[in-house]
């Protein structure tokens, strides 16, 4: 049996997202990982989880273990939609499609927009797991240099005069790897854009949440409800994803993306062949979890105030033992900072380096549209706890240095 | 903003599920509805997994509620591995992925097998599911006719000698929607064929646990290795699909395929740009509940029994109740039977007035392939009581008694 050849043109297109394959490697307890996107195990609301489960399955636990509807749990969708509507944006529960994860939104997205060779805008880098998703739909991807205030929107201008495009995909907030946040000017020049060509929008935001410093700022899809004058998210077309896994807990696989009723028509139908519907036990347990509100605000506030001390201390180590040839970013929120090294420099080599002294990170060149990024890698300060940190960045310090000064 | 024109070629070819939308329909308490494929509810073992979550969060909760790995519960993979394995065929936890449901392993089996126009064999009828979720990969669908053994191997094999397919599909017990099981003696004439042309074989067995008469048959995929003289899977080519959803609960969304390394491994890719993996929770939850094997076992025992019951009430009512030009399948096991009348009348004419009585199914023509099936209609015996059975079903035997005087 030779199955290569039977496989479809796209699986060549598959590769094992190389975050996730590092990170099996790491699960070793010895080894201090600032490899994944995971966070802290320890302020997980186990409790919470325990009680909501408890409820869901004693007071309707026919119902929580039952096939459901496609769409989601519609108390939980009417919960989001209120969450979401503002002054001038009302989200309606019929916008609101609940998804395994906001990854499988990234999927099926996919699946209702693209044809092969279509032309679709990135930031660069941007997250892998949506060039994974999205690869094997064989597109064009045009990347967007980025700096530390997001996208530049004047480039992107530039690209959208010279032709026509699918779709374009954003983390405004504390962006995968990079850790930038698009700023306020720039998400009213991008709405207009978006308004002026009619372009869809994909806006991941499962870290918007999790702020430590700076103004909160309005989701793109708000601005553009502003700017395009109206209130209703029908007539907008940035699709907004979001997620329960960096707030409550990713283990439970519940995310959500509000969009144009037109868009959430076809992506249920594209969730109904992809899984039929997301576990009912699951969207009852996470509702149960958050609809007083109260609760996930407090749990959030907590969340913050634990990242932040740990954002703040790597921060601090790096300045402190880190070469000076080597740069980073400074986010205000989220999960992650990048590292960029001297050009002539490899993360890859480095992380074999690393990885014998028990310190593991994600090398950022598979984040890179084009051969780019090899000399980047990103770290995530959320998992560690605050003496892993300060030890894994003080060695990864050593190590720097001493590789900096063999490259010069 | 006019959004078909910005959705894909493929996403044309996405449609509501109709058994989905009715289902929606009759979701009125007063409604007894024979639509669904849902499992009695009465029956969910809501005090073992109430035993089993609490067990998880209490003892490995942090774990339970953290991300994990795309190929699934390493725990998990191995007790469903030994539960397939035989004395002819050994499998291997590296053999199986978990699954959000196996309606995803129908997703992403179509993903890294289908490029555009690829020939595929199903039996005709077929689950209208699978049909959904193959249709956007724009295939050509050939369509072998069924009888009360199954797919009929005679006619599959004369078009294996005309051409050449990417794959093929069969559900061999209690099939959805007639409820046929394909006999012995065509399960090895069909793996025969396999192994001839190395044919790839989707073998759906969402129903192979619930039989209430006749003999266990063993799986394609078993008679695919004693045929090849092997033990392994990995020279296999049958990928072999089941779900806890019918056996323990369906609104966990757990279920696995079992197949060869090499096509674990690219579904293993597919899996991680669908939705990252399924819900640890979940997977715990199951494992926890079925590890020791004899609360399954006695609980299928349980279904067996009072499913057997049902449907032995409903074929008891349909033969006193039904018009004699109306004709139907008698399945061994599962949840469903399928109900032929005559050429001249509509399915769908008939559920208009059923509704009217307040009875519902579903019309099969979305289930064949080709314009066929208008005047057939499935069943399902799994979900309502007994005297729901029974007086859904005489309602049903008037209204048909006198549209066949009408038709006539």
Partial sequence: ???????????SQMKRSTVREILKLTSQPDVISFAGGLPAPELFPVERIQQAAEL??????????????????????????DRLSTET?????????IVSGSQQAQDIVGKILFDEGDAVIVENPTYVGMLT????????FAAVPTDHDGMQIDAL??????????????IPNFQNPQGVTLSYERRVKLAELLARYDLPLYEDDPYGALRYSGETLPSVQQVEAVVRKTSALDDCTTMYAGTF??????????GWIAAAFPVIDKLVQ??????????????????????????????????????????DLMLRTMEECFPAEVTWTRPEGGLFLL?????????????????????????????????MGRNTFRLNFSNARPEMIEAGIRRLGALLKDAVRVAI
Same sequence: chains 1, 2.
């Fill in 245 to 254: 896994s960096k707030t409550l807990t990713p283990g439970l696989r519940v």
């Fill in 89 to 97: 944006l009302k989200v309606k529960p019929e916008n609101i499609l």
């Fill in 1 to 11: 049996m030779t199955w290569d050849k039977l496989f479809a043109k796209r699986t």
């Fill in 133 to 140: 998703a999205w690869r094997p739909y064989l597109l064009d």
């Fill in 270 to 311: 594209a969730k109904q062949a992809a899984d039929l519907h997301t576990s009912t036990l699951n969207q009852f347990i996470v509702y149960e979890a958050v609809r007083d509100g109260s609760f996930l605000d407090d749990h959030i506030a907590r969340l913050r105030e634990v990242y932040r001390q740990r954002r």
């Fill in 157 to 170: 201008a530039a690209l959208l005069e010279k032709r026509s495009f699918k779709a374009a995909y954003s």
């Fill in 339 to 371: 590292v960029t090294m001297p050009e002539r420099m490899d993360a890859t080599e480095i992380l074999k380096l690393a990885l014998e002294q028990k310190v593991a990170f994600v090398p950022a060149d598979s984040f890179h549209i084009g051969e």
């Fill in 56 to 81: 869901a399955l004693t007071e309707r636990g026919r119902e929580a273990l039952q096939y459901s509807t496609s769409e989601g749990m519609p108390e939980l969708r009417g919960w989001i939609a």
